[in-house]
């Protein structure tokens, strides 16, 4: 629906705050904002619990109920919907109709509103059930924020307690708030209310099993303003979802200069990989550098793991990333500071560990208190022009598919475990993706590449190189198991893993040519475990 417009008039810069409504869920910061407020000669009106609470704090208030000649009512759901409410926030003060209409009905001007919403994307979080996650969607919030910020030449909205030092010091200095500042906070309410609704549309969607809605939103709250993104030229910033996922989102820095882009980006990724790895039944480190794993490995102990996962590749280690699925330990720390490192995620680290990458000032250390679960859904996005590709998350798991031998011999028992290892890993290399596994851990990875046989090719080079600069006298790929995240389309790919000293595959299958691959396996006397699953990565 078309609005036709009358010329608007011309508001002040400077915008007195007589009356102002608060009604705040989180309710940090509310007391001492509401004082100054009273200090500077505010009325304060309020709602519900935010209204007990100033008045608990010897603080005049009038409940809004005072406001609007009606009580809160339906459990509260309707307190705040009503045109002396309303009209207060959008009512244009220099217009002579609208004057007119708030005389004769009684309608005083509200100046500001501070209001956040109730804490639905918290309630979903927790896992509550549905009925409480209803009662957490807000109507009476969202309705007052876009009003105000509508009106935002006469009114500011405060949606974020963060903002209250600002409101307080234009109100002290200017006697009012500045037309640059109610604009900023009106920005701010829109972005909010847009966040909040697309996390409750998400919700539905997730509920409703719909996965492919008609209408798709995404929001987020900024954690950093980075320095710039993949490359300086260009302007980045980080934003959360508020998902519940242990990683870069939710963890702690304890130390090291700020994140960069593509240090948020690889440690995501070095995270997500490590969480493929049970800590109960191993310990588990991985190594990324350019979102790409270059040395993954389980031991007998973290310090052994990592010692393993870097003689794969301790070229590319260098400034790469390190995630653990366990604490970090002393032993592990000090293994870790003998070479150049960026970041560190893990659950925790101990005090030992703590002390020694302390003494790194520029190493960062993220403790997340969790790992990710690999087997968890969700949602992926990647942005292409003039729209959005939306996928469920790869939550594919290897222990679970049910694996085929298709060749006459079958693996053993060894083989078939450092094939599995092999298959969670080349689900994080970027496709075509080829990965040689011996003794639970990564000796070659081929990455990124356009034909499968090349990156067969490299990740056999990579293990040559690693062999000589260990003085090894020959590469670890002999007597190893390799990984394909997608079949085979010739024999090729499979031949050159065998002349790499590949004992065993493992592959999705699928290909036209399966037969004839399978045909090459069984002449070079290797084992091959079919998967059923592809596990693409672009």
Known sequence: MSVSAKPAPKAADIQPVRRALLSVSDKTGLIDFAKALHEAGVELVSTGGTSKAIAAAGLPVKDVSDLTG?????????????????????????DAEHRAAMEE??????????????????????GAAYDECIENIDIGGPAMIRAAAKNHAYVAVIVEGSDYASVIEEIK?????????????????????????????????????????????????LRQTLRYGENPHQIASFYTTGENRPGVSTAT?????????????????????????????????????????????????????????????????FGGIIASNLPLDGETAEEIARIFTEVIIAPDADE???????????LRLLITGGLPDAGAPGLTVKSVAGGLLVQSRDNGRVDLLDLKVVTKRQPTAQELADLKFAFRVCKHVKS???????????????????SRVDSARIAARKALDAAEAAGASQPATIG??????????????????AEAGATAVIQPGGSMRDEEVIAAADEKGLAMVMTGMRHFRH
Not at 109 to 126: G, M, R, S
């Open 70 to 94: 009606f009580p809160e009512m339906m459990d509260g759901r309707v307190k705040t919907l009503h045109p002396k409410v309303h009209g207060g926030l959008l009512a244009v003060r220099d």
């Open 105 to 126: 009905h009684g309608i005083g001007a509200i100046d500001l509103l501070c209001v956040n919403l109730y804490p639905f994307e918290a309630t979903v979080a927790k």
């Open 173 to 221: 200095a200017k006697g009012g708030t500045s037309l640059a500042l109610r604009k900023h906070l009106a920005h701010k309410a829109y972005s909010r209310t847009a966040t909040y609704d697309a996390a409750i549309s998400n919700w539905f969607a997730e509920e409703l099993k719909d996965t492919a809605p008609d209408y798709r939103a995404f929001g987020g709250h």
């Open 253 to 317: 820095q304890l130390q090291g200069k700020e994140l960069s882009y593509n240090n948020i980006n690889d440690t995501d990724a070095a995270f997500e990989l490590v969480g493929e790895f049970d800590p109960r039944i191993a310990p588990a480190i991985s190594i990324i550098k350019h979102a790409n794993p270059c040395g993954v490995a389980v031991g007998s102990s973290l310090a052994d793991a990592y010692r393993k996962a870097l003689a794969c590749d301790p070229v590319s280690a």
């Open 352 to 362: 030992d560990a703590r002390r020694i990458i302390g003494a790194k000032k520029n």
């Open 432 to 450: 075509n993706a080829i990965v040689y596994v011996k003794n639970g851990a990564t000796v070659g990875v081929g990455a990124g590449q356009m």
């Open 480 to 497: 190893s198991v390799v990984a394909s995240d997608a079949f085979f389309p010739f024999a090729d790919g499979l031949l050159s893993a």
